[in-house]
């Protein structure tokens, strides 16, 4: 993911300076209940940002290069490896300072057209979330930690879903964090009610999104934290 620089101007024309004109003027609306002072200060502040950016040409504080987008991201501030994924999945990951917009609308995960890979499918609690990852267009396959298969299905997809309990939780994990590693966007890995030693190993590791369902439950309740960027799920 590099900066293309042919298109800076373009990018001033048709992106910053529709921005920046459209939060003068919503300042301004406000001033009339919040006063004209805040609203300057504000105005100010912003017209002092459009011009470092367009003194940057495209790299800022949320536009970096990079060959790969580390997998460690907060869920209230958003960094380059946040707001690279927008660049990825353009209808996802709006936010640009504070991860209010996609916390509040749930625009934190893509689902629609990814590849999902989801053992236990058998289980209720992982037909509940295929049947709901297919609803929201979701491309989704199932196969079981034990399948001879396995390697080869975890190296055609990018979400493992793992609806039910296994011995294999960590190989498998371990397994597809590694096919994953050359990939711009980590391999992404649901695991429902982990081992504690696994969710230890991999939540905070780089290479790899790792979320922890805390228990079998509801699948849309699932996704109505994961959408939102959660990577522990109640």
Not at 32 to 39: E, K, T
Not at 58 to 70: L, Q, S, V
Not at 147 to 153: A, C, D, G, I, T
Not at 166 to 191: M, N, Q
Request: hydrophobic content about 40%.
């Amino acid at each position: 993911m590099q900066l293309q620089r042919e298109y800076t101007r373009g990018n001033i024309i048709h992106h910053l300076l529709p921005e920046y004109l459209t939060s003068v003027v919503g300042v301004v609306l406000l001033s009339f209940i919040f006063g004209w002072l805040p609203g300057a200060i504000v105005v100010s502040i912003r017209t002092v940002m459009f011009v470092i950016y367009c003194a940057q040409k495209g790299e800022d504080f949320t536009h970096a290069p990079t060959k790969r987008i580390n997998a460690n991201r907060s869920l209230i501030f958003v960094g380059p490896n946040y707001h690279a994924l927008h660049h990825v999945y353009v209808n996802q990951h709006y936010s640009s300072f504070v991860n209010i917009f996609d916390l509040v609308c749930g625009t934190n995960c893509q689902i629609k057209d990814r590849r999902f890979l989801v053992t236990g499918a058998h289980s209720e609690y992982g037909a509940a979330m295929m049947a709901e990852l297919q609803r929201r267009g979701g491309v989704v396959d199932t196969t079981d930690c034990s399948s001879s298969n396995l390697r080869e299905k975890l190296d055609d997809c990018d979400v493992l879903v793992l609806a039910e309990g296994s011995d294999r939780y960590y190989s498998t994990i371990e397994t597809f964090r590694t096919l994953g590693k050359d990939r711009l966007v980590p391999p992404e890995v649901w695991a429902a009610a982990a081992p504690a030693d696994v969710s230890l190993t991999f939540r905070n590791s780089p290479d790899v999104i790792y979320r922890q369902i805390a228990q079998y439950g509801r699948a849309k309740l699932s996704l109505f934290f994961i959408t939102r960027g959660f990577n522990l799920v109640p």
